[in-house]
Structure formats: structure tokens, C-alpha cells
């Protein structure tokens, strides 16, 4: 029994408009005039099954030649049930295909796809990991500095020199600030070699600009940020290093 399953979209920004979903090859070969009125013309991306393991996903801007291509090309031995989702348009079809062939990984797909816009995250991970198990460990035995995994690479975001630079001392290689905002707890690191702040991926020149770049707005980072004393242990305003 041919079971036909065919979603319409009522809002104009959904991606996916129309599916056909887990037909069989046999209905396609039997009643491709039924499904020409459906996907004829139309774009969108299609999978092709043998049971229910997924074989091959391609995209196609005319998915009824594609579809009957694959009854006689390298895959029309591999196939027994198809699946179609037509999209509102082909503007992110190659995506969607590198999408879905990374995480099901499709045996008949040969090719290995990639995001090209797109940033790997691996690298920064890797770092962030090594800075944050060195910083934990700090904790732990009670060290407050350490040397920085490595020296920042990237450039101060604004400034020629740091707004810290006359408050740090240069042998020690870096310290922790601290901030809380609308209920949330933040972290940096002030580079004590030239009093730079990293925040995340990025360096700062100033402790204002740092705490911009968490609050989205004009903000007095000597009064935002705070590091603990060495003394007492306890957290205080970074203002008080320009106190003397």
C-alpha cells in the first residue's frame, strides 16, 4: 500500500515547504506520474533507503530527474525506499547536505562534505581546555599564577598600549579578574607581560573594553572587574590598583 505523507508550511520562512517520506522504489517506478505533480521543477534534498538504513542523500534543484536518474545509475541496486523534502528555495541546499551527510554518514556517499563559512571549533577547544585544567589546578594546590599556556597571538583589539601595563608586574606571567552580571559569572585573565586582558578568544587593551564586550555597552571596567587580593584573598574592585 503506497502511504503518501505530505507536510505544507504555513509560514513563509519555514525551510522545508513539502515531504514525501519512506516511499517505495516500486511505487516510483509504477506511479511517477503522480509524483512528477508533486516534485517536478522543485528543489530540495532526497534520501535514498534499503530498509530502513540510510544509503545516499543528495540535493537536487529538479528532484523528479534526480530520482529517476537513481533507477538506473551506480545506486539503483542499493535503494528500495526514497524520500523527498522540498524546500521554499535552493539557497541553502548545500548545507543541508553536508548537514545530514556528516551525522548519518550515508554508505553510498563518497565524498566528505564541508562547511565553508564555517568555523572549526576543535583548535579553540583544545586550547580552552589545556588554559582552564591549568587554572583549576592553580585552584586546587592554591596558586594564584601560572604561565600562560601560550603567548596571544592576536592582536589588541583596540589601543596601542594596555590600561593596565603601570599596575602589573611584568614577572608575573598573569592573574585572574572577575565580574558578575545580570546574575551571571564571568572570568578573565590580565596578562601580566603587558597588562593586556584575554577574554574568550580575544585580547583587550583596557579593563572598559573587556567588560564591553559582555555588557554591550559603555561600561567603567575598573569598576566592573574585580581580582582577589593577595593579601586578604578576597575579591576586590580593580580600581583599587590604581589606589596604590
Known sequence: MLK??????????????????????????????????????????????????????????DLRRRLKMHLRDRHSQSWDKFSVFLTIDDKHLREMESLVIRIAKPTENWTTTKFKKAENLLNRFRKDIILYQRQELNEIVGIEDEKPVRKPR?????????????????????????????GKDYDAIVLGRNGTIKYGNKIFSSPSLAAKEITKGSTDGWRFWKYKDPKTGEKVLLDNLRKG
Open 4 to 61: 503518501f505523507i505530505i507536510g505544507m508550511a504555513k509560514a513563509k520562512n519555514h525551510l522545508v515547504i513539502e515531504f514525501l517520506e519512506n516511499v517505495s522504489r516500486t511505487a516510483l517506478e509504477k506511479y511517477q506520474e503522480i509524483i512528477r505533480r508533486y516534485i517536478e521543477g522543485k528543489n530540495g534534498i532526497y534520501a535514498l533507503y534499503r530498509g530502513n538504513r540510510l544509503k545516499y542523500v543528495g540535493l537536487a534543484t
Open 154 to 182: 592576536k592582536r589588541i583589539s583596540r589601543g596601542k598600549t594596555s590600561a593596565l601595563a603601570p599596575y602589573v608586574e611584568p614577572k608575573k606571567p598573569f592573574f585572574k579578574i572577575y565580574a558578575k552580571y545580570k
